[in-house]
């Protein structure tokens, strides 16, 4: 069984919507396009750290928006990411069914993703997509967190969190600060979520 990782950039109150730039996704009115932009700009021999993890070569999980964004520019810029043409590109879309960017391949629904984290492989790598991101959540698909969480809130935007999604307890397995307040945190799952009554003695 293969493994779905959400890997995300999200601000303090859990937007994840157009971090790298205004053109990405100004859907909503979105006036915030490009907030992790000035965070980039940091030479911390952390923040390298933490980038060649984040985009380590694995098969990757898109949903149709962040493809659209995705499929005109990495393939042109692919010396920026080492493999990121030969990695299999899966697209969950129900409209999309074919590009020229090698190696993409279309998932109709969420049983055709089951299918597939079901299948023998490595890890799957999901990217933006925040729909499809609560989808995993929501049908309880989700192996790891990866998050990148910077050091702002925005008020408005698309969330990586909504309601309805299932339950589940995670526990961390890494993190790492930068000098400039992004918080690095790797989460695994840990079963289910558990309760009980605090006791002040």
């Known amino acids: 069984m293969r493994k779905i990782i959400v890997q995300e950039f999200i ?13 990405e996704d100004s859907s909503g009115d979105f006036k915030y396009g490009g907030w992790v932009a000035p965070y980039f700009a940091n030479t911390d021999p952390v923040f390298d750290r933490i980038m060649q993890q984040w985009m380590r070569s694995t098969d990757i999980l898109l949903g ?15 010396e920026m990411w080492s493999g990121i043409n030969q990695v299999t590109k899966y697209v969950m879309s129900n409209s999309l069914d074919h590009s020229d960017w090698q190696n993409s391949v279309f998932l109709k629904n969420v049983d055709e993703v089951k299918k597939l ?12 997509s925040a729909n499809m991101a609560q ?12 998050l990148m969480t910077f050091p702002i809130i925005l008020g408005t935007g698309k969330r990586l969190f909504a309601e309805g999604l299932t339950p589940a307890a995670f526990a961390l397995s890494d993190s790492l600060v930068t000098s400039s307040g992004v918080v690095y945190t790797y989460y695994k ?13």
């Open 64 to 78: 149709k928006n962040t493809f659209k964004i995705w499929e005109p520019y990495w393939p042109r810029h692919a």
């Open 135 to 146: 989808t995993l959540f929501t049908h309880d698909l989700v192996d790891q967190l990866c």
């Open 117 to 128: 984290k079901a299948s023998e492989g490595g890890d799957i790598k999901v990217h933006g």
């Open 11 to 23: 601000t303090l109150d859990g937007v994840m919507q157009a971090p790298g730039g205004p053109e």
């Open 189 to 201: 799952r840990a079963g289910t979520v558990k309760t009980g009554t605090v006791e002040v003695k």
